[in-house]
């Protein structure tokens, strides 16, 4: 163990910039002078392990045919021999996870979906997800692609597992630490490099905490380098994951690929109660769901009216009242007492204001 990282120097910067909740990754190999127009091809997104957080890379095959293997062959490898397959079904399987890429980039080598590969992260060098081809090239940015250096073998993967023991390990005894020097901080995970280099332990905390003499604790015990991150509720969900109250897995573990703004106005725009009990995730933040489909509110609301319009119908003036995006319908209320329910599909905007379009009889 070098002198950087033994307990009694321990560097100052090190300590300061870990508080940080935006990290820059360090990605390698970036392809040079290219543009948006210029990406290689194909493009991948890849998910890390441990956090669930989703990036950019591409691929540069080498002579040898790489191969590339999802979790389950890698468990089966790692298991033992399997019994032998016919060559018709053996052949079959490799053949068609190809073609369902191949649209992507005809000719060209692509990774199956749901493989396993090496990659440099924000965090290090890991194990990651391919998730698979990108086919919407305008959000790629050449300037954070990263390159895959090459599959996943079945001594990565034992080493995984053996990773998450230690895993375990880690975060009993960073906790009980946290606990010895009363700092008041909440561990959410810790997670082991694939190469050994470091252990980073992932926290939250309401304000800035000094955590010095605790990494000193931990460079003692572990003998390696460490990291503590500190990071926001809605990264905490992201890592951790859950159900959410729809019923499925939280969109910031398994959908989304960064954690987007999401304000009370996104609420508001999509009729929803502003009971924070009901648009609120389990990390106390307003849902997710929300700015996804946001959009789609903004859209349908240009062709409908806005409640508190009024036109004139049957010989009376009405209001609009209730407008249902989803429904595509309005409920309306006359000066006469009469309270409507209308498809919105027969009003119609022209210069400058509403009216109805009466209905065939």
Known sequence: MSDEYNDQALPEDML?????????????????????????QPIYRLKTLHSS??????????????????????????????PALDAAS???????????????????????????????????????????????????????????????????????????EREKEAFIKCRE???????PMKLVSAHCLLDDSKILFFFTAESRVDFRELVKDLVSVFHTRIELRQIG??????????????????????????????SIKMAKDQNLSLNSL???????????????????????????????TRFTYDGTLFKVIEVNVLSSRIRIAGEDGRILDMNAARLKYSDGRWTVIEEES
């Open 233 to 262: 509720v809605r990264d905490e969900a992201r890592v951790t994951g859950g159900c959410g109250v729809c019923g499925r897995i939280l969109c910031c573990h398994g959908l989304s690929d960064k954690l987007n703004p999401v």
């Open 278 to 308: 009901k648009i609120s995730g389990p990390c106390g933040r307003l849902l997710c769901c929300l700015s996804y489909e946001h959009q789609f509110y903004r859209d349908a609301r240009r062709e409908l009216p806005n409640e508190g």
């Open 90 to 164: 053996s052949s079959a399987e490799p053949t068609d996870q190809v073609s369902s890429e191949a649209s992507a980039a005809a000719g060209d080598f692509v990774i199956p979906a749901r493989s396993l590969a090496i990659a440099p992260t924000k965090y290090g060098r890991d194990l990651v997800e391919v998730l698979g081809v990108v086919r919407e090239l305008s959000a790629v940015n050449a300037d954070e692609l990263v390159l895959i250096e090459r599959p996943a073998t079945v001594d990565d993967y034992r080493r995984y597992l053996d990773n998450l």
């Open 177 to 183: 630490r946290i606990e010895a020097h009363s700092l």
């Open 53 to 82: 957080e989703t990036f950019h890379a591409y691929y540069a095959p080498s002579d040898e045919s790489a191969h590339f293997m999802k979790q389950c062959d890698l468990e089966g490898a790692l298991a033992g021999p399997r």
């Open 16 to 40: 300061d910039i870990l508080h940080e909740e935006e990290f820059e990754a360090p990605h390698a190999a970036k392809p040079r002078g290219t543009s948006a127009e210029e990406l290689p």
